[in-house]
């Protein structure tokens, strides 16, 4: 059994700075991309940051400049930096990674989430 569990979601005020962790954990043999997606009240889940294994980082454009994605593969871990932060960037933050588990198997697999408000 595989598992993502996030950390790092809180209440800051616009212009502050957050960092979210994810870390995977179980039966993994491999992890290909990590990445970040968030849904906002009343929206769909949409795309911030992807880092896969070996190729380029993609970014969210409401986002570029202002959040950097990092991994750290000896933890089987994913960060987010979060400056200059905005209310529009309120949403429940979830870690996504494609994970290759120990018997052959590839999926996507998510974390419950973490909430980020950013109050104006």
């Known amino acids: 059994q595989v598992q993502l569990v996030e950390s790092g979601g809180g209440l800051v005020q616009a212009g502050g700075s957050l960092r979210l962790s994810c870390a995977a954990s179980g039966n993994i043999l491999s992890i290909n991309s990590m990445g970040w997606y968030r849904q906002a009240p009343g929206k769909q889940r949409e795309l911030v940051a992807v880092?896969?294994?070996?190729?380029?980082?993609n970014y969210a454009d409401s986002v570029k400049g202002r959040f950097a994605i990092s991994r750290d593969n000896a933890k089987n871990a994913v960060y987010l930096q979060m400056n200059s932060l905005k209310p529009e960037d309120t949403a429940v933050y979830y870690c996504?990674?494609?994970?290759?588990?120990?018997w052959g198997k590839g999926m996507d697999y998510w974390g419950k989430g973490t909430l980020v408000t950013v109050s104006s």
């Open positions: 996504n990674a494609y994970i290759i588990s120990s």
């Open positions: 880092m896969p294994s070996g190729g380029d980082t």
